[in-house]
T-cell receptor, first 113, second 114 residues
Framework: GDSVTQMEGPVTLSEEACLTI???????????LFWYVQYPGEGLQLLLK?????DKGSNKGFEATYRKETTSFHLEKGSVQVSDSAVYFC????????????FGTGTRLQVTL | NAGVTQTPKFQVLKTGQSMTLQCAQD?????MSWYRQDPGMGLRLIHY???????DQGEVPNGYNVSRSTTEDFPLRLLSAAPSQTSVYFC?????????????FGQGTRLTVV
């Protein structure tokens, strides 16, 4: 079945440091890929997405590129802020199971001054 | 536009009690789902629905029931609460149109079973 593997956290960075959170997936067919973010005490909200190979999703300075050859969708940001502290989830949606999102375990990011 | 509304936000139950977690969406989405979030395990799908009158089991359905009598509402019932059901529960809805359609989440219900 479909699965998503994320790097384990927590990740602790100083403000203005570079961020990479690794995400790889296993799926048949051509899934869509997502990053969701969960701020403390809140539900998940979509950060960015990509629906086909080589697409780049971007939002709020975050980027991720859909790499079919390496089955990866790594999240990157060049300069993190304290306000980016949150839990980040990688997820996929497969055409064969279109009603179900499959999530990774989440990576907690803590950014300090 | 309220989006996805979950009630209650917090609940404490005794083992063996039953309760219903409410979820309502006002976006006319056909797809709705319930997830539980546990430390180190991400979000796991409990039950989902692709439209009114249609529901199916997810990854961890045991101990939970759902029904979908209207497009807007998708309640989750705990039949006889157990400590293993202590978790944070999220309801989500999504339009089926478009391969990359965004899922919208409620703010969650934090349930403790003692």
């Amino acid at each position: 079945g479909d699965s998503v593997t994320q790097m384990e956290g927590p990740v602790t960075l100083s403000e203005e440091a570079c961020l990479t959170i690794n995400c790889t997936y296993t799926a048949t067919g051509y899934p869509s890929l997502f990053w969701y973010v969960q701020y403390p005490g809140e539900g998940l909200q979509l950060l960015l997405k990509a629906t086909k190979a080589d697409d780049k999703g971007s939002n709020k300075g975050f980027e991720a590129t859909y790499r079919k050859e390496t089955t990866s969708f790594h999240l990157e940001k060049g300069s993190v802020q304290v306000s980016d502290s949150a839990v980040y989830f990688c997820a996929l949606l497969n055409t064969g199971t279109a009603s179900k999102l499959t999530f990774g375990t989440g990576t907690r990011l803590q950014v300090t001054l | 536009n309220a989006g996805v509304t979950q009630t209650p936000k917090f609940q404490v139950l005794k083992t063996g009690q039953s309760m219903t977690l409410q979820c309502a969406q006002d976006m006319n989405h056909e797809y709705m789902s319930w997830y539980r979030q546990d430390p180190g395990m991400g979000l796991r799908l409990i039950h989902y629905s692709v439209g009114a009158g249609i529901t199916d089991q997810g990854e961890v359905p045991n101990g939970y029931n759902v029904s979908r009598s209207t497009t807007e509402d998708f309640p989750l019932r705990l039949l006889s609460a157990a400590p293993s059901q202590t978790s944070v529960y999220f309801c989500a809805s999504r339009s089926p149109t478009g391969h990359g359609a965004e899922a919208f989440f409620g703010q969650g219900t934090r349930l403790t079973v003692v």
